[in-house]
């Protein structure tokens, strides 16, 4: 099973840079989308074969969630739960037979940390969430966390210490999903630094690679023997963020 997850960034701008080459080349069987900024009745999109699950922002032009799956849910659930309001569209949950599948678009911090308090806030209900979601079967949750988890996750670390997706809290938080069981795919497979998948939209920032790993695919440590693959899809181009994949045996 192939699982791709992508920040587009504007999925009506992506659509216009090779989004439908990228879908065709890569042939995922799951294709998790953030950043969408729009409604599905403002997208012009022929997907043959797949089923388009959106959960967009009340906001216009703003955040949003969808999942193309060539492989039919058993069911799927939009935000966090009724406790949790999810009116910017940042979290969608797609069930399948062996696991559940979480599209996430975690808040940004702001600059100057103007949102760092509710980001915590909001990093404490989705790690709840999750549980609540390994307690019916395993999970696997992907998309742009906005935190680069450790000094080799970006390009450059001294100077973005204490900046939005590098605070200590905002690290920790990731640490502590970690603790709960899940594994960082990309990690399993590539231990070393230097690979990003978010670049600044300035000074040449992606031609020079002095990026940010803010995107992931995790997966609870029961599905381990299931993980073939993960990568991150640098050369692909359309948005300030690239593609990471994820592939699951049978």
């Not at 308090?117 to 989705?126: G, H, Q, V």
């Not at 594994?183 to 590539?190: A, H």
């Amino acid at each position: 099973m192939r699982l791709v997850s992508w920040n587009v960034n504007g999925l009506r701008a992506v659509l216009k840079k090779g989004f439908a080459e990228f879908i065709a080349d890569a042939r995922p069987d799951v294709l998790c989308l953030q950043e969408v900024r729009a409604r599905p009745e403002q997208i012009d999109l022929a997907l043959p074969g797949y089923a388009l699950l959106w959960h967009p922002a009340e906001r216009p032009g703003y955040a949003g969630t969808a999942v193309f799956t060539r492989t039919a849910p058993r069911s799927v659930a939009r935000g966090l739960g009724l406790r949790t309001p999810d009116p910017e569209g940042r979290v969608l949950t797609v069930e399948f037979d062996a696991f559940q599948l979480v599209n996430v678009y975690t808040p940004n911090a702001q600059r100057g940390l103007t949102r760092l308090a509710y980001r915590l806030r909001w990093d404490a209900a989705f790690r709840r969430y999750l549980r609540r979601l390994e307690r019916i079967k395993p999970v696997v949750f992907c998309g742009d966390l906005n935190v680069a988890h450790r000094e080799i996750d970006l390009a450059r670390p001294a100077a973005n210490a204490g900046n939005p997706g590098f605070t200590p809290q905002e690290r920790a938080a990731f640490d502590r999903l970690l603790r709960d069981g899940y594994l960082d795919t990309f990690r399993v497979f590539t231990p070393d630094g230097g690979h990003y998948t978010w670049w600044a939209q300035f000074a040449n920032a992606r031609a020079r690679n002095i990026g940010w790993r803010i995107d992931y695919f995790c997966l609870s440590a029961a599905l381990r023997p299931r993980l073939a693959a993960a990568r991150i899809r640098a050369d692909v181009y359309g948005s300030d963020h690239c593609p990471v994949t994820l592939e699951l045996d049978a």
